[in-house]
C-alpha cells in the first residue's frame, strides 16, 4: 500500500469526526449522555490532542508542541466550551496530522515504533490505532449531539 492510497484511507476515516462539525453549536459543547463525564467539547478537543501527539510520537514531528490537555488530565475539566478554539484547534491537529502522514515514504510504513500508550507497532498498525480512536469518539460524539443534555 503506498502513501497516497494510506492518506485517502486515513481521509475518508477521518470524515465520521470533522461531518459531525459541521452543524455543531456552542451550546452542544456542554452536553453530555446520561452520567457520561465527557462533554462534546471534550471529546472533539480530545481527538485533536491525540492527534498531534501521534504526530509528533509516532510519525517523528520533534518540533511540535503538544499541550494534551484532555490527556493530562484524564477526565473533562468543563473548559472546552468556545466553539471556535476549538474548531480550530481541530483544523491544526488534522493538517498537522495529515503533512506527517504524506511526509511517509511508502517503505517507511513498516518501520516499527514504540509508544507507553500502545506497545511496539508498525507506522501502518500505528495508523489504525489513530483511525479507530477517531471513530471510536465520533460515535460518541454522534450519540451525544443527537440525545445529550
Known amino acids: 500500500m503506498t502513501t497516497s492510497h494510506?492518506?485517502?484511507?486515513?481521509?475518508?476515516?477521518?470524515?465520521?469526526?470533522?461531518n459531525l462539525l459541521k452543524n455543531i453549536s456552542e451550546s452542544d459543547l456542554t452536553k453530555t449522555l446520561g452520567n457520561s463525564p465527557n462533554s462534546a467539547g471534550f471529546l472533539i478537543r480530545h481527538v485533536a490532542d491525540v492527534e498531534l501527539l501521534f504526530s509528533k510520537n509516532v510519525f517523528g514531528q520533534t518540533n511540535l508542541h503538544v499541550s494534551a490537555k484532555t490527556v493530562i488530565a484524564q477526565k473533562d475539566t468543563g473548559e472546552w466550551t468556545n466553539l471556535a478554539e476549538l474548531l480550530v484547534y481541530q483544523q491544526e491537529?488534522?493538517?498537522?496530522?495529515?503533512?506527517?502522514?504524506?511526509?511517509?515514504?511508502?517503505?517507511?510504513?513498516?518501520?516499527?515504533?514504540?509508544?507507553?500508550?500502545?506497545?511496539?507497532?508498525?507506522?501502518?498498525?500505528?495508523l489504525g490505532r489513530i483511525i479507530s480512536h477517531t471513530a471510536y469518539h465520533a460515535g460518541q460524539l454522534g450519540i451525544i449531539l443527537k440525545y445529550g443534555k
Open 6 to 18: 494510506i492518506h485517502l484511507l486515513w481521509q475518508e476515516a477521518r470524515t465520521r469526526f470533522s
Open 93 to 126: 491537529a488534522y493538517q498537522c496530522l495529515e503533512k506527517a502522514i504524506l511526509n511517509q515514504s511508502d517503505a517507511d510504513w513498516q518501520i516499527t515504533i514504540s509508544t507507553k500508550e500502545f506497545g511496539t507497532k508498525t507506522k501502518v498498525e500505528a
